[in-house]
């Protein structure tokens, strides 16, 4: 995706328009559901021509929902399940980019979040749309670990893509 992220924790809603996208989609929901989902860079080949490279790191997830439009677009939200490290693109003969990846621990595993970071989130959510103010909210005063926690606010409080990848 040009500009998707999935953070661990985090749904992320998206259209699959493209029949590439599709049939990753239609791919997943006939396995175990389970997709990566890789912001591209932009760049030019050496001979001018667009194209673009996986970014190293990216989240995976499972798809939660899906609905096939009279269009033949697909609305999904995926849930963020894991950091994944890009190892490599695989030779497929599948119209999307098969990757092998590999699921990345997560270093605050365990450690609990700190008083003053629920605090931070709860000042903060009343500056957003409702879904994400409740979303926040409802994170801030359940969930106990410290990288979850982040994670889930980085989702709601950050628009921007570059954004949202760093936290990855």
Do not use: N, W
Not at 80 to 104: D, M, N, T
């Amino acid at each position: 995706m040009p500009s998707g992220v999935l953070l661990p924790g985090a749904a992320l809603r998206l259209r699959a328009f493209d029949p590439r996208h599709r049939a990753l989609v239609y791919d997943a929901v006939a396995a175990d559901r389970v997709l990566a989902v890789v912001m591209l860079v932009q760049q030019k080949s050496a001979e001018g021509e667009p194209s673009a490279k996986l970014r190293p790191i990216a989240g995976a997830g499972v798809i939660e929902r899906e609905q096939r439009l009279s269009s033949g677009a697909i609305d999904l939200v995926v849930r963020g399940l894991s950091r994944v490290r890009i190892l490599r693109v695989l030779h497929s003969e599948r119209p999307c980019r098969v990757v092998e990846a590999q699921a990345l621990e997560e270093s605050s595993a365990g450690l609990a979040a700190p008083v003053e970071l629920r605090r931070l989130i709860l000042a903060l959510a009343p500056t957003l749309p409702e879904r994400e103010r409740r979303g926040l909210t409802e994170a801030a005063t359940s969930v106990p670990e410290a990288g979850r926690l982040c994670d889930l606010a980085a989702a709601g409080l950050f628009d921007a893509a570059e954004l949202r990848q760093s936290v990855l």
